[in-house]
């Protein structure tokens, strides 16, 4: 393990749009105001990068003021998903990462007023009788994750199941509700990992929830007890799950082909903090090695006390701590 599970994360800023061109060039449409463009990036995009776009708009602070500029448009169901998740990402950076006793109440009534309405309108969104927005429920997932609603956020990840089977991005979103700090338990996390690989074989990206859920656990309990989960990258249980799904990954063709795929990234980065965390560096070396972004996923590199690129550079060159 690169550092305690105390430190604070210092690192550089995250990008979950993964410096994916398509999320640039709607990003940069909708900046000046060109509406017809941002739709027909998104409508010439396949599904992982639609989500890719979502995250570059939603992660702008200044999207909600360019999107009620362009009001006019609000009645469409892309408008629709474009508001409400920048509401989603806008009330969270209201409610901050703080823990929540540290939380002010002022801040967590203004929170859940910003979630409530963006939850109203995502809800239109994903059933206006068109189709079924992957995107918007993704993202009610995390809203309703704020509004301590989780029946209604299994709701929403059983419809996005039964409408995009396997969705990998929304499988973590879930995986991070049914954690022990949102409203879950250990044995949640592990039984839907498991029922997810074996669902699914047809998407081995799914097998980075190992590492993922693993993450989510070891923070669970450090939230508890510092210094009870000092050790739990060691133990043999975790060890074992996740260097399983490791190799199964790393045989499967999609770690393999050369041509680039956002969900692949997504388990190429988790598997990278899952295996940097356990101390294989030699499999942690592969995993990052075969990242090609520029900046790191905010899950899991936020949960980390480690500077990512500190990591990266001292595994890519063989450096010692």
Known sequence: MFESIGARYLGEPFDDSMGEPSAKAAHSALASGR?????????????????????????????????EKLGKNSSTSLWQLLW????????????????????????????????????????????????????GLTWLIKAEKGLQNPESAQG????????HPGHTVGALAY???IAPK???????????????????????????????????????????????????????????QVLEAWHQWTATQSAQQDEWHPWCEVAWQNFAFALSQMGERQFARQ?????????PLSKPWIYSGSNYYRVQRILLTGQIL
Request: proline content about 2%.
């Open 182 to 240: 949102w409203y879950g338990s250990r044995e949640q996390v592990l039984t839907f990992i498991e029922e997810m690989c074996h669902s699914h074989p047809e998407n081995p990206t799914l097998l980075c929830l190992w590492a993922a859920g693993h993450a989510e656990i070891w923070v669970s309990e450090s939230m508890e007890d510092a210094t009870t989960s000092l050790g739990y990258w060691n133990v043999n249980e975790t060890r074992k």
């Open 156 to 163: 929403a990840w059983t419809t996005l199941e039964q409408f």
């Open 35 to 67: 509406w017809a463009e941002v739709e027909t990036v998104f409508r010439q995009s396949d599904l992982p990068r639609r989500l890719l776009i979502v995250e570059k708009i939603a992660s702008d602070e200044k999207s909600l003021d360019r999107l």
């Open 84 to 135: 409400g998740t920048s509401q989603v990402s806008y009330a969270w950076r209201v409610r901050s990462g703080l823990d929540a006793r540290y939380v002010q109440k002022e801040q967590f009534e203004r929170f859940w007023g910003i979630l409530l309405r963006a939850k109203e309108v995502l809800l239109a969104c994903v059933n206006d009788g068109e189709q079924t927005w992957s995107e």
């Open 287 to 295: 995993a990052f090695s075969k990242q090609r972004v520029s900046k």
């Open 175 to 177: 995986l991070e509700l």
